[in-house]
């Protein structure tokens, strides 16, 4: 076979069984978890030959450690295809016919479902070590966003409210890090501290004023967000302000946090 007929096959392959209407929700939530596992078990091994603290760490650390470089490469790959279809695609422009509250496609529905995956097997985790992993907040966090990632990705509406929310997901990196260097005994290097200030921007950003920027399209957008199923609009109106209050409090910490640090650095 030719290379166009190997590429003409995966087409077919990829539109008729991965991406077809029916299947989507399966095939991207088992690509989900199936890449979560994969991830989990790589960090091990690269934090094994790369890393000395990672092996002297007690068992429960070195789960959360490994679970923590599971959320960092979700929220890479969530941030850049969020990004992607709230700023860079067509698919959500007021230029298009229809309505926004509406619309989606084959690939924005499966890359919320990889997302639902992801979500699924780090909430199985979280209750499998409670609270190791993480306390109430946390649950409370991890079933909201499953909840509306699970009904943007069935019903196909509201999708593009929960890219906007999933931006957030921005900040993870610099959360993870902060962990990892806290666990690492560096606490008190100078990577900790621009860490911080990093974080300090990025969560200002993409959790403070993104929120903002999210009511003010709600409210210009309302004729449309209306037309929503009641289920739905139950999500677009509680989840995100639940998210907004609780990003609020942590953006509190981290700044008391910040200017905890720089006041032992003077």
């Known amino acids: ?7 003409r096959l995966a087409d077919l392959l990829l539109k008729e069984y991965v991406l077809a209407d029916s299947v989507i929700p399966y095939t991207s939530i088992i690509t989900g978890i199936v890449a979560c596992k994969l991830v989990y078990e790589l960090t091990h091994m690269v934090s094994v030959v790369f890393f000395k603290a990672y092996s002297s760490l007690p068992k429960v650390l070195r789960v959360e450690w490994k679970n923590r470089g ?17 700023f860079g695609s067509d698919l959500y422009s007021d230029r298009q ?3 926004v509250t509406f619309r989606n496609s084959p690939i924005s529905t499966f890359s919320l479902g990889v997302s639902v995956g992801y979500f ?3 909430l199985g985790m979280i209750f ?19 909840v ?19 931006i957030s997901e921005t900040t993870t990196p610099g959360v993870n890090m902060r962990w990892y260097l806290d666990t690492a005994g560096l606490k008190k290097s100078k990577a900790y501290v621009v860490n911080g200030i990093v974080m300090f921007f990025v969560w200002l950003v ?15 957008h309302y004729d449309q967000v209306k037309e929503l199923q009641a289920f739905g609009k ?24 910040m200017m905890k640090t720089l006041a032992k650095k003077e």
Do not use: C
């Open 128 to 146: 499998w070590f409670y609270p190791s992993l993480g306390g109430l907040e946390y649950v409370v966090h991890h079933l909201l966003s499953l």
């Open 70 to 86: 599971m959320s960092t490469v979700h929220s890479i790959y969530i941030t850049i295809v969020a990004l992607y279809f709230v």
């Open 1 to 7: 076979m030719t290379i166009k007929s190997f590429q």
């Open 234 to 257: 139950a999500l677009v109106f509680v989840v995100p302000y639940v998210l907004a209050v609780m990003n609020a409090v942590w953006f509190a910490k981290i700044v008391k946090g």
């Open 120 to 122: 699924i097997a780090d």
């Open 206 to 220: 993409a959790r403070i004023l993104l929120f903002m920027y999210f009511f003010y399209h709600l409210y210009t």
């Open 97 to 99: 016919p229809g309505l």
């Open 148 to 166: 509306s990632l699970s009904f943007a990705m069935l019903t196909g509406e509201g999708q593009l409210y929960t890219y906007m929310v999933l």
